[in-house]
């Protein structure tokens, strides 16, 4: 629940700056918030690397 309510605040805090017009975008939360960073790149990795493996055409995954 830490690592979750950490993300929220950090979410919360860039939206007041992107409200003041200090960022060009807003952030919001989805299912990997209760994650840290580190977790979730080594999910975000994982997908990729399992939908390139799953690709007729893998080469191209990983060229582009």
């Not at 200090?22 to 979730?40: A, C, R």
């Amino acid at each position: 629940m830490k690592v979750f309510m950490e993300n929220k605040y950090k979410i919360l805090e860039h939206n007041v700056a992107y409200e003041k017009g200090q960022h060009s975008f807003k952030l919001g939360m989805n299912q990997y918030g209760d994650m840290v960073n580190e977790k979730t790149s080594l999910v975000f990795l994982y997908n990729v690397i399992v939908t390139c493996m799953s690709d007729f055409d893998s080469v191209s995954c990983w060229t582009s």
